[in-house]
Each structure stands twice: as structure tokens, then as C-alpha cells.
């Protein structure tokens, strides 16, 4: 009987290294000598600075320190914006600390979090301003 299909991928490759007579260490070494350089990690959040152009890597670097301190719901958006506008020349790295308050307005404008918690129960205030209906009933009438 097998045991092959119950090896997690990282115990098949220590395996597979193991039976080639590799250790990890000599397997890195391989790896340098074919391309050069260990392989980096993927940058899975922000500023994504992972093997860019020195010109990219410094202006998400520079948008990632003009960001620092706001609220890490918006951040995320803020600065997408702020690169957003930086590639397409509205910002500059000379304009950006002053940039930076008028997009973190922008995005806490479009954002939901600003209302707070808000009971469906609520009355709903009509144009005419007629209370009959509940913000509950909107949602129901929708569907």
C-alpha cells in the first residue's frame, strides 16, 4: 500500500530531496547557481514592492510613508487612489504630502463605516417626509 497520496507537498519535496541525496541547503545552492539569487517572496500586502523598478518601488514607498496613520480601513483605498493619480500625473512625488488629505477625504466620504451602526427598524424619512416605512421594508421591497 502506498502512503504517497497522504504526504503533504512539503513532506513529498524534504522526500524527493532526501532520495536525490539533497540536502535543502544543497538544493539553494543549485538554485543561486542557475538564476542567480535566492527566490524572494511575493509581497501579498501593501506597498506590493516585491522585484519592481526602482521608480515604482519609490513611489510606493513614498506613498506608503505619506499614508501612515490613517485609519487601516481606508488606508488600503487611499493609497490606491494615490497611485492611481501618481501614474496618471494628477499627483507628484513633490505633491503627494499634500494630496494625501484631500484623496483620505475623498475615499472616508465614499466609505459606510461613516454612518455607524444603523437598526433596520429605523424609520426611513420619505421626500415628502412621511415616516411610514422602516429601512427593513426598503430592503424587502427591493428584493
Not at 21 to 49: C, H, I, S
Request: hydrophobic content about 40%; glycine content about 6%.
Amino acid at each position: 500500500m502506498s502512503t504517497h497520496g497522504t504526504l503533504s507537498r512539503r513532506d513529498e519535496w524534504i522526500r524527493y530531496l532526501a532520495v536525490h541525496g539533497w540536502t535543502p541547503e544543497e538544493r539553494e545552492a543549485k538554485w543561486r547557481a542557475k538564476y542567480g539569487a535566492t527566490p524572494q517572496p511575493v509581497a501579498t500586502v501593501w506597498p506590493f514592492a516585491a522585484r519592481r523598478a526602482p521608480d515604482e518601488h519609490e513611489m510606493l514607498a513614498a506613498i506608503d510613508k505619506a499614508t501612515r496613520g490613517i485609519p487601516e480601513q481606508w488606508r488600503q483605498d487611499v493609497c490606491q487612489e494615490l497611485a492611481v493619480a501618481m501614474l496618471t500625473g494628477d499627483v507628484t512625488l513633490d505633491t503627494l504630502n499634500g494630496a494625501v488629505k484631500a484623496y483620505a477625504a475623498r475615499v472616508y466620504n465614499q466609505h459606510p463605516l461613516k454612518y455607524g451602526d444603523i437598526s433596520l427598524d429605523a424609520p426611513w424619512r420619505g421626500p415628502e417626509g412621511d415616516t411610514h416605512l422602516t429601512r427593513g421594508d426598503l430592503l424587502v421591497a427591493a428584493d
